[in-house]
């Protein structure tokens, strides 16, 4: 079953002019608001001498009767002068209504859009296709759609539902919660966030702002956007050449600085950078998976206490096979223990910048009476938040687990069904979204608790929902992420991460500035989970890498984060394809009456101390196509990346600590030995 075929009508509204090879921005025709431009100049321009003539006019009436006046008056008084205009009520505030409706149409911009075309198999040399961890039988879709893209998954079949397009319409009386009162930790046992120390603590290293929402300089070059140079440079050439042109443009801003030129090209249907946003630094960042919210693969040693028929194949069942006295007892020993404050400070000295967090709806304490999760976890994220804060390492908070679940993935802190997006019809006969509005709720507490003075310089963004699946309508997508961004907003300038959703090209006319500010698109990248890219040799890797996915990302139109990626090329990790469950490469992984497909053998691909397998050919192959992917997706409008994971329990080519400690992954990015460029220097691939 193909994405693409089922899903036809999502790109039904996208301006065929956008997905254009050739769209404004890629001709010498100024777009219709330029030639518009100049039909209001000379309206201007007529409208201004007349204005000059009346206000001469006046002038003159009010000076020779105040003279009159004066020269009858043996006592002088003042004239009466009108009140000075406040500048404040020349600047209209946005209102969260008129952002929303701005979301569509106020800010769509021209640029190239990434193609839906369905992919024959033949094709997918030549054309891009992410792998993804999931299920086999959703594996056929890689094979179709030209922009799959990645999980971390199951081996369960997601059945699909009859899920409205409707907005979702959120209850007052939910706006109103006060969410975050559910967050305090009550009599727990769970230590204080301030109490718990580490040996290894060093003095606090200053914390540089964060890439998400770091401003800098207007001067060009502006990788990913080739066309904006020449039209600033064509701005600073002709702005001021007669009145008229000054006139004009000085009405409009301009002020003859290069960031009024971006100022002005943005406003007026230009796709380029926010002035304010020119030059980041890259976001270098890890994942800290299996940590808060638990997945069998990274950290099998703790699932293997079931017995197979129990089938435990995720956080739910862990805490419902264990009851929550003995699940929150083993969470917190797990808390405690699997992320260190030396993990942090190794990861900050090899140059790590940022960290992403999974965490789950629950983190507050929203927990209804017939689910099985614990609480206690908010004061070991708010210790790591510290931690961070101590070594110069950035936080994203990430929802990994909405209400419901949002994919259906055993990382959804559930294995099952999708029901992140079911409704319910209220008593005034209204269709709500209970679900997407409980979310909501979590990321006014998340955003509220962490934006306090100890958190707010550390956490740069909130992720709003984790890889919701694609057979949620896009629409109910897309308002989701409107409400979130409302929210997040009301408690300072945090960034907001919103998800590809398994959908790309999806998002070429959504959350622009200037309306949006600071928004980031996050996507999933592997290579790993269908037999198409398991057939790969270790050159058609990096290929991939290098020709297909790095000048995708470099002129996505949202400035882009690639939050998820990996070194594996097999997928032999223990459980990586669902608790118990084998791997394709070997043949021991597959679904229903599909044949296995068997590869070559998984035999100590996941014991680094295997000296047939980690050769040093190999770990220069992992060095090689981890820098490549490094490069990549800090090309263009990508500005970083983080890895998956910071640590496993046996997944070599999942652990960046590991990585570090065995050579392939880099100590000091600024000496990296490869890049896309040296390894394909005839490619003219966006830089």
Known sequence: MSYQSTNDSLYDDVDPEISSEHSLLHSDRQPERFERFDDNRSVTKSFTRRS????????????????????????????????????????????????????????????????????????????????????????????????????????????????????????????????????????????????????????KTEQESSPLTQTGDCEPPYPGYPFCESKVAELKSTWNKDADSLEYYRGQGVDGSTCSFLNFLNKNGFYCPEAADVRRAMIRGVNLGGWLVLEPWIKPSMFTQFAVEDNVHDQWGYCEKLGKAECKRQLEKHWDTFLTYKDLQTLAESGINHVRIPVGYWLFGDIQTDEPWVTGDLAYLERAVKWCSDVGIHVVLDLHCAPGSQNGFDNSGRMGEVHFADTEVASNGRITYPNINRALRVIDALAKHFSAQEYKNTVSGIELVNEAFISIPLEIVKDYYLQGYEIVKKYGDIAVVIGDSFRFGAWGDFMFPPHYRHVWIDTHIYQVFDHYRLSFTWDQHIEQTCKINRPEVAVAPLSTMVGEWSLATKDCARWLNGYNNGARYDGTFHMGNEPPQPLGSCKGENDVTDSTVFTPDYKQFLRKFAEAQMDAYESGSSAGWFFWNFKTEGAPQWDYLLGLKEGWMPKDHSKRQYSCDKLFPQDNSPK
């Open 52 to 203: 000059v003539l009346l206000i001469a006019l006046v002038c003159t009436v009010v000076c020779v009767i105040a003279l009159s006046y004066r020269s009858n008056s043996t006592s002088v008084q003042p004239a009466a002068v009108p009140a000075s205009v406040d500048s404040e009520s020349l600047s209209v505030p946005v209102s969260a209504q008129s952002l929303s409706e701005h979301s569509h149409h106020g800010s769509s911009r021209h640029s190239r859009s990434h193609s839906t075309d369905e992919l024959d198999n033949d094709d997918e040399s030549r054309r891009h296709s992410h792998g993804s961890r999931r299920s086999s039988d959703d594996e056929e879709s890689d094979r179709s759609s030209s922009h799959s893209r990645s999980h971390r998954g199951s081996s369960s079949r997601h059945s699909a539902h009859d899920l409205r397009s409707e907005s979702a319409d959120q209850d007052q009386d939910d706006t109103e919660d006060e969410p975050s009162s559910r967050g305090s930790r009550g009599a727990s046992a769970t230590p204080d966030a301030t109490s718990v120390t580490d040996s290894t603590q060093s003095s």
